[in-house]
């Protein structure tokens, strides 16, 4: 039987005649149409004024922090549950990241936990809208204005969600996206970041470029990095764009067949919850063991893996990582991370793929 791995691209639409396009006039470095005009489309479509870009989200992510000058000493709020860039990304600027526990089932930074580990250091919040799920941006932008903190929306898993109607991407004082080749969109590598802030966006424009002032060759003013994506990545991009509506419905529908085929399941296993006033989109179907240990979860795993079927742990908690390690309980993010799986999401999956993974799991979770 065929393998189903947990994620893959899908590159059907102008791709290939945009790089093509890129390699026949030369233009593969980062100069280039491609890049302004992802950079447009990209900003369009968050509702967002300005859109920077990156050659992957990591680099958005220091960049966000390099340009809203973040020290050596200073502090920033991170869920415990992310990947792992969003905390490396303020150690790289020599600055704390302050973990924070997590809300049950959508696995995003709870924002009463929030409040309890501000202190005089703490400069900004990194909300992570975990799997595709928007994190809470009202009650977390309502905490920022009290103490005068910034936002950077970590939206690297949710290209496309909303709250209230508006997109992620505008929520904060900037946020910032991934294109690595399992996220929602793709450009191989790639990163962005949005805002609404003309002299932030500038910010972001300097120090991606080496610290070569914009309106004046070769004269650098600050320390900056290069950190630009290519005309290539954005050709990619671009063509992405034109299709993104459909990759955030073709994946809402596979959540939609997971739901239903999953649902004489729901004594054993945790569905993805709706949040009131927010519209999530599926970078990862995500699912939890209602009962049992990290031992347990990773059995499942395995056995389904045997089958042909490719999943992922949810992400550990970085307190429990090496670089991160604290002996501090975090109660929820421990223990729900160690019970949650990531199923197969992407667009090419059919409802007969995701009838052979639910049906799967069915038989691993009742041989136990
Ligand atoms: C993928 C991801 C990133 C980093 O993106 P890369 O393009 O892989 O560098 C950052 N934060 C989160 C939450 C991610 O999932």
């Avoid at 924070?100 to 924002?111: G, W």
């Avoid at 932008?141 to 290209?159: C, F, P, T, Y």
């Avoid at 992620?168 to 004082?173: D, P, Q």
């Avoid at 059995?299 to 949810?314: A, C, H, N, Q």
Wanted: proline share 4%; glycine share 6%.
């Amino acid at each position: 039987m065929k393998r189903i791995p947990v994620a893959q691209p899908t590159l059907n639409g102008n791709e290939k005649k945009y790089v093509i396009d890129c390699l026949d006039t030369n233009w593969i470095s980062s100069v280039g149409k491609y890049i302004t005009a992802f950079e447009e489309s990209f900003a369009q479509f968050c509702g967002v004024k300005h859109a920077v870009a990156t050659n992957n989200g990591t680099t958005a992510l220091h960049l966000a922090l390099v340009a809203m000058d973040l020290q050596p000493g200073d502090e920033v709020i991170v869920p415990t549950v992310t990947y792992i860039a969003t905390a490396n990304a303020v150690r790289y600027c020599g600055a704390t990241p302050v973990l924070v526990d997590v809300r049950a089932e959508t696995m995003n930074i709870d924002p009463a936990d929030i409040e309890r580990k501000i202190t005089s250091r703490t400069r900004g919040i990194i909300p992570v809208h975990l799997y595709g799920h928007p994190a809470e941006m009202e009650a977390i932008n309502a905490i920022a204005k009290k103490h005068g903190l910034w936002v950077v929306e970590d939206a690297a898993e949710a290209h496309g969600a909303e709250v209230s109607g508006r997109k992620v991407g505008a929520l904060g004082t900037c946020a910032t996206f991934s294109f690595f080749g399992n996220k929602i969109i793709t450009t191989g590598e790639g990163g962005m970041v949005t805002t609404n802030d003309g002299a932030l966006a500038s910010k972001l424009r300097l120090f991606r470029g080496q610290g070569m002032d914009l309106a004046r060759r070769y004269w650098f003013s600050v320390i900056g990095y290069n950190y630009r994506m290519t005309n290539i990545q954005a050709a990619i991009g671009l063509a992405q764009m034109e299709t993104i509506e459909k990759s955030i419905s073709d994946r809402a529908q596979i959540a939609a067949w997971y739901d239903e085929a999953l649902n004489d399941l729901r004594d054993q296993i945790v569905l993805p919850k709706a949040v009131e006033s927010t519209k999530q989109v599926y970078w990862m179907y995500n699912i939890f063991l209602r009962e049992g240990d990290q031992l347990r979860r990773d059995k499942v795993m395995r056995d389904l893996d045997e089958m042909g079927i490719e999943t992922r742990p949810v992400f550990y908690p970085m307190h429990v990582l090496p670089p991160y390690k604290e002996d501090a309980a975090y109660p929820v993010a421990d223990l729900w991370a160690q019970r949650g799986i990531n199923l197969p999401t992407y667009q090419a999956l059919t409802k007969t793929d995701v009838q052979r993974v639910a049906s799967s799991l069915k038989q691993v979770l009742f041989r136990q």
